[in-house]
């Protein structure tokens, strides 16, 4: 599936760009699914409101143009036992896209996408951008 879904973003890349989130009311319910995460992230971050998600194009899945996917991206602040320092959350996701009749698409085909799915994968801290 990675293989496939890596090959489609590929060749649909120029259909792809950046879209805004919100981490509280995007990303915040999909980390709820792993407190510990949830925990540490907010026990250790204050991260910016607004961040970036993939936007997905009419031209890549038309029942789905302007939805936003991960991996997501936040600035943070990190406050750290050497004081705070700036940092780029990342939020990353595992996606399903799903047909009409709530099947997961697994062909390279995903015109037909219109609806998709995310859970929580992880996160990762990286120097600020």
Known sequence: MLIALSTIFLATAPAWADGTVSFESDIRPLLKARPAFEKFVLGTLKIDDAGSGVRISDAAMPHLGGARMGPYEFRA??????????????????TKFLDKAGREITTASLKQAVKLTETFSAIEIAPAR
């Open 77 to 94: 602040v990190w406050h750290g036992d050497s004081g705070d320092v700036p940092v780029t959350l990342i939020v990353d996701t595992d």
